[in-house]
């Protein structure tokens, strides 16, 4: 291939192709319709000339004297039998034809604009800095300004006007202006007024646009297809070219044959129909040209636009080797910064090793264990292929691996199989973040799915209802290194976005701590050193907290928990659970309260707002001051030994956990007929006319807001009484109030009433004429008739009630559904806005030109993952730390 | 800064034309060439309403206010379009 580029490229200019320039790179003229001969022989002359390159494997390139597969291929040529117009270029066309006189070509512009703009783009041409003018704007300008003037300056004469019929038909005065006359028209125009008009007669000229001879694209663009049947199938391209010379073909012979004027005509514009859909086969104002069997042929436009296009399918995305995609499954026992791949994928993915003095022998073993284990059941990476010095792959199979084990030595390159500890790139789609893709170590395992910590769910955005994600081996030493350090799990633990941990204890492992650590919640021994075994914890237990307990000394969950805080942290705060509508001192009495002193819990539960993400402060003061690596530790630690807690306590939950006793039903009843009173009595007074709107306000919206304001009430009502009936020792409760899952708002739906149905933030009033449903009367406002549910979802909905709650229930999938569509796109723009945009060693943020976009980063220079929510100094703990916690 | 009506809107910037003779003082610390500054174009309302002309190749410091950092200078090389 390296023959292939002789020079270096100096400049690049991107302009119309003219005739001459489509003949000289041409290797032939096409002038037969048809493919191939009988025996299957390209013909020459024909769409498949061996002149434009070859498809089969034997013949050679006429042109090169190639090998398929080495030749590139080369244009050919049709010469058209009358000119055509290129429909890309009709706009430009009708601009050009709009700002010159037909008779003498003349820019209608006064010698001095025309030369004051010309001087403007030379400078343009000249200078080679990056510029926010364009050339493009200039000369639209111009053409705006020549376009306006009633006659023309030079001639004096009056100018007509020329519209564009979509896509191709120029008229002049209602009168159609054929192609031919079009480029004499644009062939008139001299040089002198090019460069105004945006050409740069050097290159290139305004006639090209309108095509007198087209290129014919290189055999190996548009390969045939033989299919199974013997049969040939062509490309569409092919099919198109063959379209194109028909017509053509017969045009000539009509022309010359002397034909009426009529016929000439319509096989001019058929032509001109096919070579417009070549280009573009969704050209707007034609119809789109169909394959036989109905379906639209791919054209030249259509193979480059859009997702599936050249661009984006095949040039800014492309399918990778050493890769793999399976299903994920839970495992609370890796650390956040593992994966678990199974034992069949570690197999394919590999690792190229290069062999030296010091592996040499580790990579023989291993090639020898994988031939003859010793041990079937343990996995022993082995070795897939083997490239010599000089480049060579040589498989590894039963018959060679004793001559390649004997003959590897230093210099070698083998493909090792995945191993535990080896670095792997992560990721599930959509990737909407940098933490989409993160660095995981291996660790093999038996089965058949990859394994993750819950942990890194939120951040991946995944579940196990069936989630895939995908696995990448990256191939070489400084992309591992770079992997390691700045994308692996633990790096990603604080979010740029806000300065806060976006990886932290989730579900069970915060009701699993509030378990462990709630109250006076205490274990024996055993207990005690079967939960801290789970944490690898070394050293005397503490002092018990409980030591004349009955049946032996019990230690707290606190003193448990204490052991994986550092010992100087000290830390005062609400937990999760602290009721806030009741006093600090009862709080603190209620235990509440989150105290930490030099690193012991002295008091409060460990829940949400200790180790979540987002809001978990001791994680968030463990990630910020002691980095990342004791951030991990400490989300690996709380999994395990959240683990363990609900090992010994259990948690469970179910339809009992909403039961509320007769009373407080009866009273939430109460509320809700008196809310609906009181709705009742609103609607009478609007009826009489007696409601008085609120300011800025119509009366109906009046009468809205405040309805809404009474029901929203009697939920919030009815929410509290069914809380009141549902303690702590609810384990729907305790998740709830922990930060666990779900909240007290789900819970008083299950238990007490659902409340108000919503379409687009306003009582249900669609359905039929002046009422929501045929249960209703027409008018009535009540809350009943307007998607109010006064039943729970335990108690089951009426069906008018359940019709409501489906409205309200489907608006907010159709909202899910809009939402992801376009912040997709909105997305993928700022993505293309900014994706060269880097920070430079002076913190300037600056473009690939090298401008600056920004003159400081963030104007501050902070590095918003290590800031505390976004500011770089938290005054408040550096107040407590100098205080000495006085 | 005069007396203009657009320097009362809080959320306009303070603009400042440096004079030539400031500008190599302020730039070759940043180590930026005059080019690979932003631009402001000339017609912009707030090059319009300074006590002096600007004219192209003219450098503008702009004291903005910042969420991040309380103030934030930048420049901005003045062009025609």
């Not at chain 1, 111009?142 to 004096?156: L, Q, V, Y």
Request: include cysteine; aromatic fraction near 6%.
């Amino acid at each position: 291939m390296r023959e292939m580029i002789p020079k270096k490229i100096g400049k690049i200019d991107f302009a119309l192709m003219g005739p001459k320039e489509v003949r000289k790179l041409s290797a032939t003229k096409v002038i037969t319709a048809d493919t191939y001969d009988d025996d299957g022989f390209p013909i020459p002359m024909g769409l498949m000339d061996l002149h434009m390159g070859v498809i089969e494997p034997g013949l050679r390139c006429k042109t090169s004297g190639r090998k398929m597969d080495e030749d590139p291929g080369h244009f050919g040529h049709i010469d058209l039998a009358m000119p055509v117009i290129h429909s890309g270029y009709s706009k430009t066309i009708k601009d050009i034809l709009n700002a010159t006189h037909p008779s003498s070509g003349r820019l209608m512009l006064t010698q001095d604009r025309i030369d004051h703009y010309t001087k403007q783009i030379r400078a343009l041409m000249d200078s080679d800095a990056g510029t926010t003018v364009s050339i493009g704007g200039i000369s639209k300008r111009a053409i705006r300004e020549a376009t306006k003037s009633k006659s023309c300056p030079h001639c004096g004469e009056p100018k007509v006007k020329v519209t564009l019929d979509k896509p191709t038909t120029f008229r002049e005065e209602g009168r159609k202006l054929t192609p031919k006359e079009v480029r004499s028209r644009l062939e008139k125009v001299p040089n002198s007024d090019l460069l105004c008009l945006g050409f740069n007669p050097e290159i290139t000229r305004p006639e090209y646009m309108v095509l007198t001879v087209l290129s014919v694209p290189p055999v190996p663009m548009r390969p045939s297809i033989t299919l199974e049947s013997g049969e040939r199938s062509e490309d569409d391209l092919t099919h198109k070219l063959v379209d194109v010379l028909r017509i053509n073909q017969r045009l000539r012979e009509n022309r010359d044959a002397g034909a009426p004027q009529l016929i000439v005509e319509d096989l001019w514009e058929l032509l001109q129909y096919h070579i417009t859909t070549y280009f573009d086969n969704q050209t707007a104002g034609i119809p789109t040209a169909r394959h036989r069997s109905g379906r639209p042929l791919k054209t030249i436009v259509q193979r480059l636009k859009g997702k599936e296009g050249r661009f984006r399918s095949n040039l800014s995305g492309k399918r990778v080797n050493f890769s793999a995609r399976t299903v994920i499954t839970p495992d609370p026992y890796l650390s956040i910064n593992q994966v678990g791949v199974p034992e069949i994928a570690a197999r394919e993915l590999t690792v190229p090793v290069r062999i030296n003095i010091h592996n040499l022998s580790f990579m023989r073993d291993l090639i020898k264990e994988n031939f003859v284990p010793t041990d079937p059941e343990k996995y022993i990476p082995g070795i897939n292929y083997m490239i010599r010095p000089d480049g060579r792959r040589v498989k590894l199979t039963e018959e060679n691996w004793e001559f390649n084990h004997d003959r590897l030595e230093p210099g070698f390159i083998v493909e090792r199989h995945l191993m535990d500890g080896d670095i792997v790139l992560f990721n599930r789609q959509p990737s909407l973040h940098r933490m989409s893709m993160m660095a995981h170590e291996v660790r093999i395992m038996k089965g058949k799915t990859f394994r993750i910590n819950l942990c890194v769910c939120p951040p991946y955005n995944a579940d196990f209802d069936g989630d895939e994600m995908n696995l990448h081996v990256v191939q070489s030493e400084e992309a591992r290194a770079e992997a390691r350090i700045l994308m692996r799990v633990q790096e990603h633990i604080r979010s740029p976005r806000f300065g806060g941990a976006v990886i932290g204890a989730i579900h069970d492992h915060i009701t699993g701590m509030f378990l462990l650590t709630h109250g006076t919640a205490s274990y024996d021994v055993d207990q005690t050193v079967r939960i801290l075994s789970r944490v690898s914890y070394k050293g005397d237990l503490p002092k018990p907290e409980y030591p004349k307990a009955e049946g032996g000394p019990r230690w707290s969950g606190r003193q448990i928990f204490s052991v994986l805080l550092p010992d100087d942290m000290n830390l005062k705060y609400n937990a999760s659970v602290y009721f806030a509508d009741r006093t600090p001192e009862e709080n603190k009495e209620l235990d509440m309260v989150v105290e930490i002193v030099n690193g012991n819990m002295i008091s409060g539960p460990v829940d949400g707002n200790s180790i979540s993400a987002f809001k978990g402060q001791i994680l968030e003061e463990i990630s910020r001051l002691q980095g990342a690596n004791a951030a991990r530790d400490f989300i690996d630690k709380v999994t395990r030994l959240a683990v363990g807690a609900l090992m010994e306590t259990g948690c469970t939950t179910g339809i009992d956990d909403a039961d509320v006793p007769q009373d407080a039903l009866d009273q939430i009843t109460d509320a809700q007929i008196a809310a609906v009173k009181e709705v009742d009595k609103l609607v009478n007074a609007y009826n009489k006319g007696k409601f008085k709107p609120r300011p800025g306000r119509s009366v109906e919206e009046t009468l809205e807001v405040e309805i809404m304001g009474v029901l929203g009430r009697v939920r919030d009502k009815s929410g509290e009484i069914a809380g009141w009936h549902l303690g702590m020792d609810n384990f729907a409760v305790i998740m709830a109030r922990s930060g666990a899952r779900g909240s007290m708002l789900n819970l008083s739906q299950m238990a007490g009433s659902i409340g108000q149905q919503a379409v687009r933030g306003e009582r249900i009033s669609r359905g039929y004429e002046r009422r929501t449903l045929s249960h209703f009367n027409k008018g009535d406002l009540g809350a009943d008739a307007k998607g109010f549910v006064r039943s729970s979802y335990k108690s089951g909905l009426s069906p008018t009630e359940y019709f409501f709650h489906s409205m309200g229930g489907r608006e907010g999938l159709v909202d899910t559904a809009v939402r992801t569509s376009r912040s997709g796109y909105m997305q993928r723009r700022l993505v293309n806005a900014l994706e060269d945009l880097r920070v430079k060693y002076d913190y300037t943020v600056r473009n690939t030109a090298n401008t600056v976009v920004q003159f400081q980063y963030g104007e501050d220079s902070v590095d918003p993952t290590k800031s505390k929510f976004g500011r770089a100094i938290d005054v408040d703990s550096l107040i407590e730390d100098v205080k000495g916690g006085k | 800064m005069n007396d203009n009506i657009l320097w009362l809107n809080k959320l306009v910037p303070k603009h400042i034309l440096l004079k030539e003779s400031e500008i190599e003082g302020k730039l070759s610390p940043l180590n930026i060439t005059r080019d690979q500054l932003p631009k402001i174009l000339l017609k912009d309302p707030a090059l319009k309403a300074l006590d002096d002309e600007a004219k192209p190749n003219d450098v503008v410091e702009v004291h903005r206010f910042s969420e991040s950092a309380g103030s934030n200078l930048a420049y901005r090389l003045v062009v025609e379009e």
